[in-house]
């Protein structure tokens, strides 16, 4: 049996709005759907442990994955005990999967733990994934060469049109889509909220809560691939 990572923002505070923000419920309930109904066995973890800040957007409290995701016993058993970073042994894990939510801008890319992870996972050959915001978690990710994860790699994340469209630019701590591009990235997108994913050499990418579940398959495929070969 494959084991995954959902890796969720502990942050609370949206910028100096005062607004509650932290993971987006949607983005992970979709994936860990994909990762289960494929036979694999989902672990949460969080920047500081315990139960991480959840948001439902308007309109997904209709989804019937996040229904079932918020309703479940063993779900909530295991989000209101997320292990912090610093205690996942990378070593148990094929692949690692960044939620998004605005949260993950603050928390992520400063996270050492968090990088730790991903990058032991990649080592071994797994594969490290992002959606919407998550790839903030990239940012400092580095290869053993000092070279950026993402640096010449095609990246899709939550864009600068889309930020706009919330009226957060000025909010949020950076644009991701501007500091992926300084790391190196080729970042691609589509239209505000058109589902968009980019997969390149194990990292693996969505650009908004619609991509979340087919960036999800994506890691499924590359994980199946890589077992058939080995």
Not at 14 to 42: K, M, Q, R
Not at 66 to 95: H, M
Not at 115 to 130: E, K, N, Q, T, W
Request: net charge negative.
């Amino acid at each position: 049996m494959t084991r995954i990572l959902l890796a969720v923002s502990s942050h609370t505070v949206l910028g100096d709005t005062g607004s509650p923000t932290g993971y987006s419920v949607s983005e992970a309930a979709h994936p860990y759907y994909v990762f289960t109904a494929t036979g694999n066995e989902v672990d949460f973890v969080s920047v500081r442990g315990g139960e991480p800040p959840a948001v439902v957007f308007e309109g997904e409290e209709n989804d019937p994955q996040v229904a079932s995701f918020l309703a479940d016993d063993a779900i909530r058993a295991k989000l209101v005990a997320t292990r912090p970073a610093a205690e996942v042994d990378p070593d148990a894990y094929s692949a690692i999967f960044y939620v998004g939510g605005h949260g993950a801008m603050w928390d992520f890319p400063d996270s050492s733990e968090l990088a730790r992870l991903a990058m032991d996972i990649y080592a071994r050959g797994g594969v490290v994934s992002a959606v919407c915001h998550g790839p903030a978690a990239l940012l400092n990710l580095r290869l053993p060469d000092g070279a950026y994860l993402v640096d010449g790699r095609r990246v899709a994340s939550f864009t600068n049109e889309e930020e706009q469209s919330l009226g957060l630019v000025h909010v949020m701590p950076f644009l991701l889509e501007e500091q992926l591009k300084a790391r190196g990235a080729r970042h691609t997108k589509a239209p505000n909220y058109v589902a968009h994913t980019e997969s390149d050499r194990r990292v693996i990418t969505g650009q908004n809560p619609a991509s979340a579940a087919h960036v999800a398959a994506l890691v499924v495929e590359e994980l199946e691939k890589a077992a058939a070969n080995s």
